[in-house]
């Protein structure tokens, strides 16, 4: 009887990712920025997804591309401005839009988030706190505080 191994949910996610042929040039624009603990999340990942699940030939147009990091010694906005300029350079086809999560619990009136996925716990839409990143070795990392059953 041969044995019949099924993927995780995470494997199954980077699949599904790894489809979407300029995946490696969006995570690549955003690893040269050097931010700290960088992620492409929400509807950017979501998107991919369900459009996969579904069975669309062509992926959903994206409002934006949402860029997450943490790095709690500037808390500046204009900065992350300046890295949403960047990477429009780099790639124009998106709307970029790069948050510090590090000052986010403000504008939320949370206590002071820990890291990205800390942040992420907090997001009132779970199929959306996902994220996707490369590693030092260019391989691909995913962030899902909730896990990643509601966006399967």
């Not at 997001?123 to 899902?144: C, F, H, K, Y």
Request: hydrophobic letters at 40%.
């Amino acid at each position: 009887m041969k044995k019949v191994y099924s993927l995780s949910l995470e494997q199954r996610l980077i699949q599904i990712l790894l489809a979407n042929r300029n995946l490696f040039r969006d995570l690549e624009a955003v690893k040269s920025l050097g931010l700290p603990q960088w992620c492409i999340a929400a509807g950017y990942v979501r998107n991919c997804v369900w459009d996969d699940l579904h069975g669309f030939a062509s992926r959903t147009p994206l409002n934006d591309v949402d860029v997450l990091y943490f790095d709690p010694t500037d808390l500046r906005e204009e900065v992350e401005k300046t890295f949403e300029i960047a990477l429009k350079e780099k790639v124009s086809d998106y709307n970029w839009s790069v948050k510090n999560q590090a000052r986010m619990h403000i504008r939320n009136q949370d206590e002071p988030y820990t890291n990205v996925a800390d942040a992420m716990k907090r997001w009132p839409e779970t199929a959306t706190s996902t994220g996707v990143s490369l590693d030092n070795n260019g391989n691909v990392t995913i962030i899902a505080p909730h896990g990643l059953e509601d966006l399967s």
